[in-house]
């Protein structure tokens, strides 16, 4: 059950990957405003330290997990 957890873990954090660039920063420098300019990278910067957060929190979840103690396998 844990490799079913990582792997939906897993496609969920790529899933949010794909979208930052392509549905938040990507219309913010395709505007070609000032404003789209100057928001873009800091859009993507707090978006990195974001999806960077998250792995971290899935990842000791998953650690957690697996080390369990209650006799299940991964629950």
Do not use: C, H
């Not at 949010?16 to 219309?27: E, K, N, Q, S, Y």
């Not at 990278?41 to 209650?70: C, E, H, T, Y």
């Amino acid at each position: 059950m844990i490799y079913a957890k990582a792997a939906a873990y897993l496609i969920g954090w790529l899933s949010l990957a794909v979208v930052l660039p392509r549905v938040i920063v990507g219309p913010l420098w395709g505007s070609a405003t000032d404003i789209g300019l100057v928001a873009a990278p800091i859009a993507f910067a707090v978006g990195v330290m974001g999806l960077g957060k998250l792995a971290s929190i899935l990842i000791r979840d998953i650690a957690r997990s697996q080390n369990s103690n209650n006799g299940d396998i991964g629950e």
